[in-house]
């Protein structure tokens, strides 16, 4: 991937914000090297590669009425009455829904594109896409507006793409009663690169669960790129739940970031599964901007083979009685490298904050690799902090004594790793969303 | 014949431990090995069982007629041998019940029987369970954590109840000898115990041996055993101690 990225004409590019933002994201991309303090942990070599594919706008071709694709942007079969789009009436269009082990509402992404099928919800949850909001003006005020995207260059990728993608808003006291979930599946055996960018605006009061599942059918060493923006706004007192599967090809990239802006009173839940991938990174930045808000920020990674996979965290705290917690445990294995970054700042008036960070990581082999930097930043007096990150391996008496029982040694391995995440799993609140994670660990 | 062990020398790290060691025990058999401490009793107990760390540099066990020594861990257990340790190990997060399922239906799939249900086991469990006085409740906390001496070793019975070995070990090496958790794990071994099982006891104490009779006392020492008698053995024991048998005073 080159620092020079491709012209792509997109809807939009004539609103002059839009256009802006777009070119803003142009500019500040820059693929980070070892040198880049926040990549340091993290090699892209997966990335090092001149053959990415980007999709053109689905929306330019419907607005030209024309299709130019011989297959079917749903099915990806051939037929003559293709629409493609929004409005496709393809009656190939895949049955893309899934069995989940809990009822909610699903949303559907195909290979990076956002398939039209809108769940039925209730009063007062709105779900549209980016592009809709940008039209009806609900956008501008969102997308990209708080993200650095000099410290952040794959949102300033996503930036520069912006266009898929959904807008989706909670009025004030609405509580939906079942998660929204976003499904994206893949498979494709072109290395594309999908950005995706999500605004949830949660309002007063209201409360929300999201579910991201990212999965993977076809051949394994299929190679994508996934590059997710996550943007939630949380007005007084609302509350988001965000559960995240990260179940991606072997060979494929996947980053992402999250960035939560909580005002008074308002919580961020979030439990982040990541098990897939050769290039992974969840990136979560919170800015706790009023009095009482608060986060947690959970995450469990396992891995093995060559591949890389970094959690990395960013909490600042900028008013008083702010609060956050995050637990991240990992099992590493093979020649696999997990890291783990972790930054709480707390600003000088955020008196009475409480932050408090744990990363604990397994290493299965004398070849994995933890790399972990936990950092502190403290500028008010009253506050209380902790941080601390440690590595161990799996315990020879544990496994001697349940081996002694009969129980195999694989099976006994399972076991004990099941346990030592089980520790982070148990912080989900959904029990039936709890029981899907485990069952997948 | 059950166990046949045939000058077996052993290793612990780079230390000698068990030197020209032989035994055999038969079906319906009741053998308890007797030594002052640090005098390797427990090395032998996890040679038997295969633990890592221990090494063997000669000799053969025959247990049931086959090669013990080519047997992974695993594969001792599901033949029949249980360790009852003097030390069990606390397992977080893993329950009592999900830890013996796996166990049970591990050596049922071993010797070609149908894996039990959850439903099943739960009810087989409990009934075992409330032969050893064991509160169910006790069933759904991790594996050993917190567990009193007393509790450890009710578990430790109920392990060996459930899974029916056809030789159990009991391991009371040490000299610390908890007299109420000995008496919970000598109703489990003295209930188990048939025509078809045997046992072997490894202790310092004879004070064991009031719950659970010996047919056969070894004194060991230096590595092997040095003498083999009938019960009054171990109650010379308890008058005179072992420095008869060691080379060294103790």
Same mark, same amino acid.
């Given at each position: 991937?080159?620092?020079?990225?491709?012209?792509?004409?997109? @809807?939009?590019?004539?609103?002059?914000?839009?256009?802006?933002?777009?070119?803003?994201?142009?500019?500040?991309?820059?693929?980070?090297? &070892?040198? $880049?303090?926040?990549?340091?942990?993290?090699?892209?070599? $997966?990335?090092?590669?001149?053959?990415?594919?980007?999709?053109?706008?689905?929306?330019?071709?419907?607005?030209?009425?024309?299709?130019?694709?011989?297959?079917?942007?749903?099915?990806?079969?051939?037929?003559?009455?293709?629409?493609?789009?929004?409005?496709?009436?393809?009656?190939?269009?895949? +049955?893309?829904?899934?069995?989940?082990?809990?009822?909610?509402?699903?949303?559907?992404?195909?290979?990076?594109?956002?398939? *039209?099928?809108?769940?039925?919800?209730?009063?007062?949850?709105?779900?549209?896409?980016?592009?809709?909001?940008?039209?009806?003006?609900?956008?501008?005020?969102?997308?990209?507006?708080?993200?650095?995207?000099?410290?952040?260059?794959?949102?300033?990728?996503?930036? &520069?793409?912006?266009?898929?993608?959904?807008? %989706?808003?909670?009025?004030? +006291?609405?509580?939906?009663?079942? *998660? !929204?979930?976003?499904?994206?599946?893949?498979?494709?055996?072109?290395?594309?690169?999908? +950005?995706?960018?999500?605004?949830?605006?949660?309002?007063?009061?209201?409360?929300?669960?999201?579910?991201?599942?990212?999965?993977?059918?076809?051949?394994?060493?299929?190679?994508?790129?996934?590059?997710?923006?996550?943007?939630?706004?949380?007005?007084?007192? &609302?509350?988001?739940?965000?559960?995240?599967?990260?179940?991606?090809? /072997?060979?494929?990239?996947?980053?992402?970031?999250?960035?939560?802006?909580?005002?008074?009173?308002? @919580?961020?839940?979030?439990?982040?599964?990541?098990?897939?991938?050769?290039?992974?990174?969840?990136?979560?930045?919170?800015?706790?901007?009023?009095?009482?808000?608060?986060?947690?920020?959970?995450?469990?990674?396992?891995?093995?083979?060559? &591949?890389?996979?970094?959690?990395?965290?960013?909490?600042?705290?900028?008013?008083?009685?702010?609060?956050?917690?995050?637990?991240?445990?990992?099992?590493?294995?093979?020649?696999?490298?997990?890291?783990?970054?972790?930054?709480?700042?707390?600003?000088?008036?955020?008196?009475?904050?409480?932050?408090?960070?744990?990363?604990?990581?397994?290493?299965?082999?004398?070849?994995?690799?933890?790399?972990?930097?936990?950092?502190?930043?403290?500028?008010?007096?009253?506050?209380?902090?902790?941080?601390?990150?440690?590595?161990?391996?799996?315990?020879?008496?544990?496994?001697?004594?349940?081996?002694?029982?009969?129980?195999?040694?694989?099976?006994?391995?399972?076991?004990?790793?099941?346990?030592?995440?089980?520790?982070?799993?148990?912080?989900?609140?959904?029990?039936?969303?709890?029981?899907?994670?485990?069952?997948?660990? | 014949?059950?166990?046949?062990?045939?000058?077996?020398?052993?290793?612990?790290?780079?230390?000698?431990? %068990?030197?020209? @060691? +032989? !035994?055999?025990?038969?079906?319906?058999?009741?053998?308890?090995?007797?030594?002052?401490?640090?005098?390797?009793?427990?090395?032998?107990?996890?040679?038997?069982?295969?633990?890592?760390?221990?090494?063997? $540099?000669?000799?053969?066990?025959?247990?049931?007629?086959?090669? !013990?020594?080519?047997?992974?861990?695993?594969?001792?257990?599901?033949?029949?041998?249980?360790?009852?340790?003097?030390?069990?190990?606390?397992?977080?997060?893993?329950?009592?019940?999900?830890?013996?399922?796996?166990?049970?239906?591990?050596?049922?799939?071993?010797?070609?029987?149908?894996?039990?249900?959850?439903?099943?086991?739960?009810?087989?469990?409990?009934?075992?369970?409330?032969? #050893?006085?064991?509160?169910?409740?006790?069933?759904?906390?991790?594996?050993?954590?917190?567990?009193?001496?007393?509790?450890?070793?009710?578990?430790?019975? #109920?392990?060996?109840?459930?899974?029916?070995?056809?030789?159990?070990?009991?391991?009371?090496?040490?000299?610390?000898?908890?007299?109420?958790?000995?008496?919970?794990?000598?109703?489990?071994?003295?209930?188990?115990?048939?025509?078809?099982?045997?046992?072997?006891?490894?202790?310092?104490?004879?004070?064991?041996?009031?719950?659970?009779?010996?047919? /056969?006392?070894?004194? /060991?020492?230096?590595?092997?055993?040095?003498?083999?008698?009938?019960?009054?053995?171990?109650?010379?024991?308890?008058?005179?101690?072992?420095?008869?048998?060691?080379?060294?005073?103790?």
């Amino acid at each position: 991937m080159s620092d020079l990225l491709p012209i792509i004409p997109l @809807f939009g590019d004539d609103i002059p914000w839009l256009a802006g933002r777009r070119a803003q994201g142009r500019e500040s991309f820059c693929l980070p090297t &070892a040198k $880049t303090e926040a990549w340091k942990y993290t090699k892209l070599h $997966t990335l090092q590669r001149d053959d990415f594919v980007y999709a053109p706008s689905k929306f330019l071709q419907e607005f030209e009425g024309e299709c130019e694709e011989e297959h079917c942007s749903c099915c990806g079969e051939h037929h003559s009455d293709c629409t493609c789009g929004d409005h496709c009436q393809c009656s190939h269009k895949p +049955n893309l829904y899934i069995d989940l082990p809990f009822d909610a509402y699903q949303i559907h992404f195909n290979n990076g594109k956002f398939m *039209p099928l809108y769940p039925a919800l209730s009063l007062g949850v709105e779900v549209m896409t980016l592009m809709q909001a940008v039209v009806e003006g609900q956008a501008k005020n969102y997308i990209g507006k708080y993200i650095d995207l000099q410290k952040h260059p794959f949102a300033a990728l996503n930036s &520069a793409m912006l266009e898929e993608g959904l807008f %989706i808003n909670i009025d004030n +006291n609405i509580k939906l009663s079942k *998660p !929204l979930v976003f499904i994206y599946h893949s498979n494709i055996s072109q290395p594309l690169v999908s +950005n995706i960018c999500n605004v949830f605006v949660a309002g007063k009061n209201s409360s929300l669960e999201i579910v991201e599942y990212y999965y993977h059918s076809g051949n394994e060493k299929d190679f994508y790129f996934n590059n997710i923006v996550n943007e939630f706004y949380l007005a007084q007192q &609302a509350e988001i739940k965000h559960y995240k599967f990260q179940n991606e090809s /072997f060979k494929s990239a996947h980053i992402a970031l999250n960035y939560v802006r909580a005002r008074e009173g308002a @919580f961020y839940k979030s439990f982040c599964l990541q098990k897939g991938a050769d290039l992974a990174r969840n990136e979560t930045k919170i800015e706790l901007m009023q009095e009482n808000a608060g986060a947690q920020v959970d995450s469990a990674y396992i891995m093995n083979g060559w &591949a890389t996979i970094d959690t990395t965290t960013d909490i600042d705290h900028l008013s008083p009685k702010t609060t956050s917690n995050q637990l991240i445990k990992g099992v590493v294995g093979d020649e696999a490298r997990g890291v783990f970054q972790g930054k709480i700042s707390i600003a000088k008036d955020a008196q009475e904050t409480e932050g408090y960070q744990m990363h604990k990581a397994l290493l299965l082999s004398d070849t994995a690799e933890i790399d972990a930097k936990p950092e502190l930043e403290i500028f008010a007096d009253n506050v209380k902090c902790s941080h601390g990150s440690a590595s161990g391996e799996l315990d020879q008496d544990q496994l001697f004594y349940m081996r002694s029982r009969g129980i195999g040694e694989n099976e006994a391995k399972q076991i004990l790793i099941d346990a030592y995440l089980l520790e982070v799993i148990n912080h989900i609140d959904n029990e039936q969303i709890k029981e899907w994670m485990r069952s997948h660990v | 014949m059950l166990l046949k062990i045939e000058d077996l020398c052993a290793k612990a790290g780079d230390k000698e431990i %068990i030197k020209n @060691f +032989n !035994l055999t025990v038969n079906e319906g058999e009741v053998h308890a090995i007797m030594g002052p401490n640090g005098a390797g009793k427990s090395t032998l107990s996890y040679v038997l069982t295969g633990k890592p760390g221990y090494e063997v $540099t000669s000799g053969h066990i025959w247990f049931k007629g086959k090669d !013990l020594l080519k047997m992974s861990v695993e594969e001792r257990a599901r033949e029949g041998l249980f360790l009852i340790m003097q030390y069990p190990v606390e397992i977080p997060g893993v329950p009592v019940t999900s830890f013996l399922k796996h166990a049970v239906n591990a050596n049922r799939q071993y010797h070609g029987e149908p894996e039990l249900d959850t439903m099943e086991f739960i009810k087989l469990l409990r009934e075992e369970a409330k032969k #050893l006085g064991i509160d169910p409740e006790m069933l759904k906390r991790p594996v050993n954590v917190g567990f009193s001496g007393g509790e450890k070793k009710r578990l430790e019975a #109920l392990q060996m109840t459930v899974l029916k070995p056809s030789l159990a070990i009991l391991d009371e090496a040490d000299s610390g000898l908890d007299i109420d958790a000995v008496k919970v794990v000598s109703k489990g071994v003295n209930e188990l115990m048939n025509e078809n099982r045997a046992l072997l006891i490894i202790t310092h104490y004879q004070k064991l041996l009031t719950y659970i009779q010996p047919h /056969f006392v070894h004194i /060991f020492a230096d590595g092997h055993i040095v003498k083999s008698g009938d019960k009054s053995l171990s109650e010379e024991i308890e008058q005179n101690g072992y420095s008869a048998y060691t080379r060294e005073k103790l």
